[in-house]
């Protein structure tokens, strides 16, 4: 679970702070449209604070992951990770042409979502 949650916190504080400075950029690289309107930017710099919020609990969490706290934050990633993966398949199945990431975002996604579900059928929650 540790790996899991160094590598979670690499990758959802590098997409939040991305998110974070470039928006449109990164939205025309994943979903192959910029962002237009100024409230659809502060939505996604929403969504950045909680990616890098999601970096900072799994980097915290690592050096306590067999804890109560850690699988929940584990079971939450999950949760994140399907949505994600079905959010973006979903609009890379209406966007034409989708942007030059958009599959390999999903298919991350699927991959992170896979590897909860195998890190706490290891561990399951003590309570």
Excluded: F
Excluded at 20 to 44: F, H, N
Excluded at 54 to 64: E, K, M, P, Q, S
Excluded at 92 to 101: K, T
Excluded at 106 to 123: D, E, I, K, N, T
């Amino acid at each position: 679970m540790k790996r899991l949650l160094v590598v979670t916190a690499a990758l959802e504080t590098g997409a939040g702070t991305m998110l974070m400075g470039w928006p449109s950029a990164v939205a025309t690289i994943v979903v192959g449209a910029p962002l237009v309107a100024p409230s659809a930017v502060s939505l996604v710099r929403v969504g950045a604070a909680g990616l890098l919020a999601l970096g900072v609990a799994c980097w915290l969490a690592r050096r306590d992951s067999q804890s109560v706290a850690a699988s929940g934050l584990v079971a939450a990633l999950l949760l994140y990770n399907v949505g994600a993966a079905v959010v973006l398949g979903a609009a890379g199945s209406q966007l034409r042409p989708a942007g030059v990431v958009l599959w390999s975002a999903v298919v991350l996604h699927g991959a992170m979502s896979a590897w909860c579900v195998a890190c706490l059928l290891r561990q399951p929650a003590r309570l």
